[in-house]
């Protein structure tokens, strides 16, 4: 039999207890779980940059998945506690956008909103709702418990600004959504919305307030090193890059940055 596997992204960092104790309670209800780290580095309460991580990690894990996401900046509001059926497997998470790019990508089939106390930790804290709603319902999951009895089906999602593009006859607009340990700047427009664009010619572009005409290549080696380069990164996004530069210090870029692409 095929272990059940949870995954866990947080920005809750490793200097604490929290981690660990969100895989007590997975493992006390299901010890049969492979609880697999994503990230634990997050930013702290950066929904955007969670969102980025778990979208670009979560395509390559086995059918039947389940993903658990706390960045959870309004824990113990009335924010819901969400549970997304997908045709790929499952993503637990508060109801604040953190898993819309994910989820979309693998087609959404159903959501729910966690209710069920059966499903949850008998004491909930206040605070720790990754320990105490999340985690024990990921787990019941992979007990082979069916979504719909956590709790009713819902239809209206959080839909976050960094998850729409705009587009227009001309252009597309769409921002940073993550700046990666190299300065590649990762923006939420898929490579899908650049296929008719001609890669025979600089493509022209702005960047938080910077304008410029740059190679749309395949690789970053097709340039000079220390020229600026476009390309579809490894996980589908288009992405703004140095070869073996930072693009993200070199054009003064941050997190939130309006990126247009100009179509002609």
Known sequence: MTRPIIT?????????PYV???????????PEAAIVDVSHQIEKFNIRM????????????????IHIVIVDPAVGTKRRALCIETKNGFFVAPDNGVLILAAKAQGISHVYEITNRKFMLPIISSTFQGRDVFSPAAANL????CPSDLGPEVRNLVIPKFARIVKAQYRIVGEVVHIDD???????ISGSELESVNREKPLKLRVG????????????AEVEPKKPVVLIGSHGF???SVNQGNAGR???VKIGDKVTVYLS
Do not use: Q, R, W
């Open 8 to 16: 866990l992204t947080t920005d809750f960092g490793l200097k604490d």
């Open 20 to 30: 660990a104790e969100m895989k007590a309670v997975i493992l006390h209800i299901c």
């Open 50 to 65: 969670g969102a980025y991580i778990l979208a670009t990690a979560s395509p390559y894990f086995p059918k039947g998945t």
């Open 142 to 145: 992979a007990n082979g418990v």
């Open 182 to 188: 190299f300065g590649n700047v990762m923006t939420n």
């Open 209 to 220: 307030k910077t304008g410029l005409m740059v190679d749309f290549c395949k690789t970053y």
């Open 238 to 240: 288009f992405e703004i």
């Open 250 to 252: 070199m054009l003064k």
